[in-house]
């Protein structure tokens, strides 16, 4: 028995496992890099669980459980794992064998770390996702055992949603409650009007647009929807959408007529936030317009929504009604304008910590 152990039972008290605990004192600072997630494979059972989990979070289905269970369970469950399966397999990263969300998210969290280093060598950067894996949990402790006493949360949404960046933080928290010793927990609030961020949208965005091989005679911004009864409970995330939305017009120096917004993915029967991408771009294309540009600035890195959604079903739509060119831009995912962003943004927060 360890001399810890005899002292431990001396006081009747239980023998204190120097492995239950984190190191003492490191004072080591953690940055926990946190997105929406993404399914382990595009076959039927790894979708299945995925959109089980993702469809199961009261943050993102409000609906009351004794008519959302069995629309989930006997409707939903049984015919989108195999659709979407589909669409997930037309994107998939089959060198890693994962999806682009996670790809570029691990690439961010090694982009942020490289930037750190040289500015604190307490700083231990990592990442985690809110469904699925790497479970937020699971690197929260990571973090402790490194000796990370303060943990500064970051979702990587611009704009915050129930949906998103709270759901997130509820993990987050749950996690947290089972623990005897929490660490210092900091979060980085919605980005969607900082200029850190619109800048490094901007200037990927002009970037992108003089590669390309025509000049596009509008620009769409479109952002993810929720339903519109978000909005009316009180959701800001329709209000800074449209904040980000004009003053990237602004360092666009564009009219609105050129530069315009909307938002996608819907899902279900309910009414979203409009104006919707797909009628957007249907109605551009049969006024006219035959040069079109989507930039998707709510998402920090291209996933199914911008890769699939965007970049192959809306290209279809346009060009289906009489549009002839059109670019899906990419995200910032690791970009250099994202690195840059993220230290501003993170260092930051970190003020008073380092
Ligand atoms: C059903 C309700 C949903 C709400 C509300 C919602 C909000 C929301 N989502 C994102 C970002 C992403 N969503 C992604 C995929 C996705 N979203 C939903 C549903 C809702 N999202 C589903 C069911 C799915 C899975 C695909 C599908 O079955 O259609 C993704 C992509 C993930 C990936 O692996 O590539 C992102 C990112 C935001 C920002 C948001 C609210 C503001
Ligand atoms: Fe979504
Ligand atoms: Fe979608």
């Known amino acids: 028995m360890t001399s810890v152990a005899t002292a431990g039972a001396g006081n009747g008290l239980s023998p204190h496992k120097p492995t239950d605990h984190p190191p003492v004192q490191s004072g080591r600072i953690g940055v926990l890099l946190l997105n929406l997630g993404t399914p382990e494979g595009t076959d039927y059972w790894s979708m299945r669980r995925y959109l089980k989990e993702f469809l199961s979070d009261r943050r993102?289905?409000?609906?009351?459980?004794?008519?959302?269970?069995?629309?989930l369970n006997f409707i939903i469950l049984t015919r989108r794992p195999a659709a979407k399966g589909r669409d997930y397999a037309s994107i998939w990263n089959t060198q890693r064998n994962e999806s682009p969300l996670k790809t570029i998210t691990r690439a961010q969290t090694e982009q942020l770390a490289a930037a750190l280093a040289g500015v604190d060598g307490r700083i231990v950067v990592d990442w985690a996702m809110r469904y699925g894996h790497p479970a937020i949990e699971d690197r929260l402790k990571a973090l402790q055992q490194q000796g990370c006493d303060r943990i500064l949360l970051v979702p990587l949404y611009?704009?915050?949603?129930?949906?998103?960046?709270?759901?997130?933080?509820?993990?987050?928290?749950?996690?947290l409650m089972k623990m005897r010793w929490q660490p210092a927990i900091r979060a980085v609030p919605p980005y969607y009007a900082d200029p850190a961020y619109i800048g490094a949208v901007a200037a990927s965005l002009k970037k992108h647009l003089a590669q390309l091989d025509f000049e596009p005679e509008v620009i769409l911004a479109s952002f993810h929807g929720t339903p519109k009864d978000c909005l009316l409970k009180g959701d800001p995330y329709y209000c800074q959408c449209h904040a980000t939305w004009r003053l990237l017009r602004e360092a666009?120096?564009?009219?609105?007529?050129?530069?315009?917004?909307?938002?996608?993915?819907?899902?279900?029967?309910?009414?979203?936030?409009?104006?919707?991408?797909?009628?957007?771009?249907i109605a551009l294309a049969r006024s006219g317009v035959k040069r079109l540009a989507v930039v998707t600035p709510g998402f920090a890195a291209d996933c199914l929504e911008t890769l699939e959604e965007i970049g192959v079903e809306n290209a279809g739509y346009f060009r289906e009604n009489g549009g002839e060119q059109y670019a899906a831009i990419p995200c910032l995912n690791d970009s250099p304008e994202n690195g840059e962003m993220l230290r501003r943004i993170v260092l930051r927060e970190l003020q008073g910590w380092i």
């Open 60 to 71: 993102v289905i409000e609906t009351s459980r004794l008519i959302w269970w069995p629309v």
């Open 158 to 175: 611009p704009q915050y949603a129930a949906a998103t960046t709270a759901t997130a933080m509820d993990h987050a928290f749950r996690a």
């Open 252 to 281: 666009m120096g564009l009219p609105e007529e050129r530069f315009r917004m909307s938002f996608q993915s819907r899902f279900g029967k309910d009414e979203w936030l409009r104006p919707y991408t797909d009628e957007t771009i």
